[in-house]
T-cell receptor
Framework: EPEVTQTPSHQVTQMGQEVILRCVPISNHLYFYWYRQILGQKVEFLVSFYNNEISEKSEIFDDQFSVERPDGSNFTLKIRSTKLEDSAMYFC??????????FGSGTRLTVV | SQQGEEDPQALSIQEGENATMNCSYKTSINNLQWYRQNSGRGLVHLILIRSNEREKHSGRLRVTLDTSKKSSSLLITASRAADTASYFCATALNRDDKIIFGKGTRLHILP
């Protein structure tokens, strides 16, 4: 069964450093998303991406965040200057026609 | 906010029993989806129900949707130890809209 692949599974970074979280969505999917889940809390929407551009973003997705689909297969989330409160699980998802998302296993980001 | 709110927050039942989780939301929706998350893992899509549907089945799962009450329920029949997980409902306002998750129900199946 097709999967969404996320790398790395765990990343530790120092506060103020840039991180790039990588995702390979399912190849024939059209919609791409990033969500995050702070430990013990609910899953929060960050951004959706369709037709090579951001279609919607949440208030969490401020100027420190950016997304790219650089080569038609990868989908990346960049955090320019990480803060302690960015520590969370980050999930990538993709879907066809936005029905029923397929999520990756997540990247656990720890900012120290 | 359109987000769903699950009830109860936590549920412990004996293996073999049925588990029922509820989700309420605030605005009209296009569809509602249920996801499962095993501890520290990713989210697995279970079932999607559209606003014009009232009930859907998938294996041991049964989902109902009552748009007049803005609520949905997820029933897992004949529960198994492997069903231990958190279950989330997520709603989409429009067909191509993002989905917004509720806080989830932690289900624990006792042997």
């Amino acid at each position: 069964e097709p999967e969404v692949t996320q790398t790395p599974s765990h990343q530790v970074t120092q506060m103020g450093q840039e991180v790039i979280l990588r995702c390979v969505p399912i190849s024939n999917h059209l919609y791409f998303y990033w969500y995050r889940q702070i430990l013990g809390q609910k899953v929060e929407f960050l951004v959706s991406f369709y037709n090579n551009e951001i279609s919607e973003k949440s208030e969490i997705f401020d100027d420190q965040f950016s997304v790219e689909r650089p080569d038609g297969s990868n989908f990346t989330l960049k955090i320019r200057s990480t803060k302690l409160e960015d520590s969370a699980m980050y999930f990538c998802a993709s879907s066809v026609l936005s029905y029923g998302y397929t999520f990756g296993s997540g990247t656990r980001l720890t900012v120290v | 906010s359109q987000q769903g709110e699950e009830d109860p927050q936590a549920l412990s039942i004996q293996e073999g029993e049925n588990a029922t989780m509820n989700c309420s939301y605030k605005t009209s929706i296009n569809n509602l989806q249920w996801y499962r998350q095993n501890s520290g893992r990713g989210l697995v899509h279970l079932i999607l129900i559209r606003s014009n549907e009232r009930e859907k089945h998938s294996g041991r799962l049964r989902v109902t949707l009552d748009t007049s009450k803005k609520s949905s329920s997820l029933l897992i029949t004949a529960s198994r130890a492997a069903d231990t997980a958190s279950y989330f409902c997520a709603t989409a306002l429009n067909r191509d809209d993002k989905i917004i998750f509720g806080k989830g129900t932690r289900l624990h199946i006792l042997p």
